[in-house]
């Protein structure tokens, strides 16, 4: 009976210490690490990109609320669109990690967290790392007006402003 509880402690001990090497930070720590300008781990990035996917799962709902209405002025527009500002509240750090996930290059981010962003790319509110956007785009079109250099001579699609191949 002694050597079956010392086995289970033993495992209980080596589960325990594992699971205190591969602690993720919280999202507070990692708004630190950003705002210091620390250089991000993988463990930063499946933070973020957790932190992201809830934010963007969550107010989902609310963008096909607003995205199936006629006008914003709709009462069941300005309801979803104020329950979404209520959840925007309620994430403190998203416009942080946005930026900092939309100024990252995808395979910074580790092999789990790149199929976590695939997975998360049909949200509207989640944000893509720097050049999945345009992956995940009509491949016909080039990029927006916006981003079209002064000297291109590519045809502009009327009223889309995209130009196209």
Not at 23 to 42: F, W
Request: aromatic share 6%.
């Amino acid at each position: 009976m002694k050597n079956i509880l010392k086995s289970i402690a033993a495992v209980a001990l080596v589960v325990l210490m594992a699971a205190c090497g591969q602690k993720t930070p919280t999202a507070e720590q990692v708004a630190n690490s950003i705002n210091a300008n620390k250089d991000l781990t993988e463990a930063d990035y499946t933070c973020m990109v957790d932190y992201c996917g809830e934010y963007a799962k969550d107010a989902q709902q609310y963008f096909d609320i607003i995205n199936s209405q006629p006008n914003d002025s709709t009462a069941e527009a300005i309801k979803a669109s104020d329950s979404l500002a209520s959840l925007y509240e309620k994430y403190s750090y998203i416009d942080l990690f946005r930026t900092k996930l939309e100024s990252t290059d995808i395979s910074a981010l580790g092999e789990k967290n790149a199929k976590k962003v695939s997975e998360y790319a049909a949200l509207e509110a989640f944000p893509l790392p720097g050049g999945e956007e345009q992956k995940m785009l009509n491949p016909n079109v080039e990029g927006m007006i916006e981003q079209m250099p002064a000297e291109s001579t590519e045809v502009i699609a009327t009223g889309a402003g995209e130009a196209v191949k």
